[in-house]
């Protein structure tokens, strides 16, 4: 079973850091893009940062220069997003997302991992 787990998270003031990092596991033949995004409640989910397999990186206009988005080279099953000069703005729940080939699929397909939420506030 394929599950994508996520750590990280939790309450910061504003201009402080946060590490969010996401964990692919089970039998998985390949791993294509690995996303973050987020959403707050009322609002559709919208695209933070993407990595694809060969470490092309793309950034939300929002977050560029603040966050950085990583993977682990060695398996590239990581993914982590690295969150700077935090703002209030940023408060969301983070979701991971990885474009994977798996075991029993014939193609790539896409999972998610549980939000985790962040809190920007003072």
């Known amino acids: 079973q394929v599950q994508l787990v996520v750590s990280g998270g939790g309450l910061v003031q504003p201009v402080g850091s946060l590490r969010l990092s996401c964990v692919a596991s089970?039998?998985?033949?390949?791993?294509?893009?690995m996303t973050w995004y987020r959403q707050v409640p009322g609002k559709e989910r919208e695209l933070v940062a993407t990595?694809?397999?060969?470490?092309?990186?793309?950034y939300a206009d929002s977050v560029k220069g603040r966050f950085t988005i990583s993977r682990n080279n060695a398996n590239k099953k990581t993914v982590n997003l690295q969150m700077n000069s935090l703002k209030p703005e940023d408060t969301a729940a983070y979701y991971c997302?990885?474009?994977?080939?798996?075991?029993?699929?014939?193609?790539?397909?896409?999972?998610w991992g549980q939000g985790t939420q962040v809190t920007v506030s003072s």
């Open positions: 089970g039998t998985i033949f390949d791993v294509n893009n």
């Open positions: 997302n990885a474009n994977l080939w798996t075991r029993g699929e014939r193609s790539y397909r896409d999972y």
């Open positions: 990595i694809t397999s060969s470490g092309s990186t793309n």
